[in-house]
């Protein structure tokens, strides 16, 4: 009877009998008490089932009673606040744009020093070599195709990409052949890109993004910004051109960050807008159709940097820390409003808060001002391994850098267990719309994606991110933007859910 | 009795009589016949109510029963056709932009003379002399303003408007002032404006827009955009900014014409975008707000352009002409695809459907595009000059210059009586959405205004302007705006009414 075998290791423990019963019992395991056991294991199952709830009842909770409380009053305030929004609006709108390695930027890292000092944390700053590109003249048109009139051009908009090599002073002429993906460019062969311009017409795809996966449909975008150059200088192209990753259809070209294999030569990269890339493939279609370009970005040396770490140090567990956190860096074309002056906002706004309401957390609540997010990810780097030897007494990140339309809730990266710690927040935030804990692996903040990899659990709010990806990177990421009550919403979802991280009464999951 | 005195101005012949009796009746006038009279009068009523029904069926209906037909296979064949697409491509994408004075306005007058000879018609190219401004460079950066980072300036996202004079080619820079209307530069006077920037920062009255008032959202923000530097100047301003004269959200300017009061100094003006507007107003109420401007656009002498005029000679009456029209010019910001290469492209499509469905109205129908309706409207005015003595001649107009959204109807300016003309065209075009017939006093055309103002009924689509508001005159005019199935109810519509009014067998009321 294969029964016996298994009866044999029924365990010992009464606890392990009731479980292994109902295993038994679900498994339909033939016993050598077969008929008997069934009525025995029925009544067991009863016994478990009753001895369960007990158990679960005396978890201890990840929140005092208290901290529940002061959680509603946190939201309360600020829902009522408009420190994050005067914040906002200095940075972008006083302070303007804050590329890495700007004088912006540096103003930017001192007026937030100044701005934390005056709250009473304990600031310093910690010193990062920054990238230092600094973009120069950007224009295209048109010298040749179907139609033109003689002795005309047409105007191209196009931004050069961050990182990008210049073209000659003067310009660079050269035929297009425009290819939808990677896979055309391939298919054209060295024959069919040596001495041309390559554009790469792959379409953000809109209507992925307005579901809810503007991330997904930026992802793809972007392997295209980003390796574009590179794949096409490997087939002899002069140049590359990407249709803008975003969803702006108002000629407003995307910049952003690329990368170029270093085994390549390195051409000149720009996006162009939706609008260009449409037309330069309607008339390629029809026939030679040659651009110039002038793009005279330079790439300075490597300069030097800070990100503003501002400590409000916990009443019980001073040593634990809780990031929460933006990044104070901007593109240069707009004045990074969205991208991500609010996100650095918001998360100063937790310890005025605080101070407002006179709370302390029994952990440290580290407000983290990242610089250079976008051009080199230097600042995350550097932080992370300036505290390789402290890491584990990082328990968990916030960082907002997703503009700030209505979050629904929370995304975070964590094990099973966090949800439990996640439950009670949601339940405060639910009043404002906020309701989700969504998990997602693998971390979900860029700065914070190397502590991340090395297991600390990682949140930020949770967005529609269907205007963030119609603005971000253009010159249109500008303070208007920014919905006051959008804003308040997710200044509200940051502090709460810092506070309740950082004032935890159980050590959370890891 | 005073009834006396009225029954004495009976008439004497039958139906005049009759007429008499009912307005006496309904009068409740008294006469000798008095109460005998009563019921005479009520049976001649009686009797009157039988005549008038034959009467009104006699009244000649303004259309034949065949034109009806064709009315309708005509709609059919415009809902399928691509023609009308195809120009709005060819003009918006090969040619470009065409500004008054142009070398792609010139290419621009042969390529639609070429095309309307090609079908058949007769064409003429009627000389203009045309303003020529040319854009040059075009930037603007605070210079100044309050959290400034030393070393540093701030990017402002403007365009010149069109007919203004440059700056020096240094630049020109000075404090801003900023007002939000007329009365408030006025309470400055001149000590408050002398050797200042005037920001005019009237908002464009977006929700006005949006609820079906474009053109009168638009006609007030014109207002500031026109007049505004001559304003400013006369309190000894040294330039003037306006807010856009549209609803962009994406750091687009709008450009547009501007006219100088020649008592007055002429200064440099420019249209910011809405977002540098928010951002110099909020930094202007912070503190002093300083602005270089370099604007050098060129008003080189007048030049040669043309109207191009092609005739479908009618088949009974070729001397009364239907105009049916759109402007050839553009600015050169965009390419001009929604103002108003659809425009030209639905009127040229009206002879390409009638040649092709082999069908000839009583009257000729002229297609005309128009040259130099944006800078100064001299092809619409030299027309009006040459045609003097042939006006009565001209029984309607159509001009098409709203761009290519969703048409709902008619707009038109006429008589009272047109709309027993009009009646049977809403008929046939409710099937596509479009059933309004709305009139509108003063004319409903800009290059059609003289003719209308000496009496020629005008008529044009009537659209929600949303969408064209938020586009004209900018960057993010191009192809692209233009919806597939939107222009061919707008060519539909414009088909349908212009043969119509050539085809009717009654004469047009004016």
């Known amino acids: 009877m294969p029964g016996q075998k298994f009866a044999s290791r029924a365990p010992q423990n009464p606890a392990g009998f009731a479980n292994w019963l109902v295993f038994a019992f679900l498994s339909g395991i033939e016993t050598r008490y077969n008929a008997p056991m069934k009525l025995l294991t029925s009544f067991a199952l009863l016994l478990f089932s009753f001895a369960a709830v007990p158990a679960q009842q005396a978890a201890p909770a990840p929140y005092a009673a208290k901290t529940l409380n002061e959680l509603r009053t946190i939201q309360r305030a600020a829902l009522k606040s408009d420190y994050a929004l005067n914040q906002t609006a200095y940075l972008s709108n006083n302070i303007g744009p804050r590329m890495s390695g700007s004088l912006q930027a540096q103003r930017a890292v001192e007026y937030v020093a100044e701005e934390m000092r005056r709250l009473g944390l304990e600031v310093r700053l910690q010193k990062v070599m920054v990238p230092h590109w600094v973009r120069g003249v950007e224009t295209g048109e048109l010298t040749e195709f179907p139609g033109m009139a003689k002795g005309t051009t047409q105007k191209i908009v196009l931004t050069a990409l961050g990182g990008s090599v210049a073209t000659p002073a003067t310009g660079l002429t050269a035929e297009v052949v425009v290819v939808n993906n990677f896979a055309e460019l391939e298919a054209l062969g060295h024959k069919g890109v040596e001495g041309k311009i390559v554009l790469f017409n792959n379409k953000f795809d809109s209507e992925l993004a307005d579901s809810g996966f503007g991330l997904q449909a930026y992802g793809m975008a972007v392997a295209y910004r980003g390796g574009g150059a590179s794949a096409a200088a490997r087939l002899g192209a002069v140049a590359a051109l990407v249709r803008s990753a975003g969803a702006s259809q108002d000629r407003l070209a995307h910049t952003g960050a690329m990368r170029y294999d270093p085994k390549v030569t390195k051409i000149p ?225 940051t502090a709460v859910l810092t506070y309740a991280l950082a004032d935890s009464q159980q050590p959370l999951p890891r």
């Open 269 to 493: 990269s720009a996006a162009v807008t939706y609008e260009d890339a449409d037309l330069i493939a309607y008339l390629a279609r029809m026939g030679a159709v040659k651009i110039r370009l002038v793009l005279t970005p330079q790439t300075l040396p490597d300069t030097v940097g800070y990100n503003v770490i501002a400590d409000l140090k916990g009443s019980e567990r001073p040593d634990e820390i809780v990031i929460v956190s933006g990044h104070l860096d901007s593109w240069d074309l707009g004045t990074g409003a969205i991208d991500d002056a609010c996100g650095v906002a918001v998360a100063m706004q937790v310890p005025f808060l605080l101070k407002q309401l006179d709370l302390r957390p029994k952990r440290t609540i580290r407000v983290v001002a990242w610089m250079d997010e976008e051009l080199g990810g230097t600042g995350g780097a550097t932080y992370a391994l300036e505290e390789a030897a402290n890491i584990a007494k990082h328990v968990a990140t916030v960082e907002s850098d997703l503009g700030a339309s209505h979050p629904i809730g929370i995304l975070y990266s964590a094990k099973p267990e966090m949800a439990r710690f996640l439950a009670p927040i949601s339940d405060v935030l639910r009043s404002q719309g906020a309701p989700l804990a969504e998990s997602r692996p693998g971390g979900v903040g860029s700065d914070t994606g190397e502590l991340s990899r090395q297991g600390v659990p990682s949140f930020a709010p949770y967005f529609n991110t269907q205007t963030y990806f119609k603005y971000h990177h253009t010159a249109a990421d500008t303070f208007d933007k920014i919905d006051p009550k959008n804003l308040a919403e997710v200044g509200s979802l």
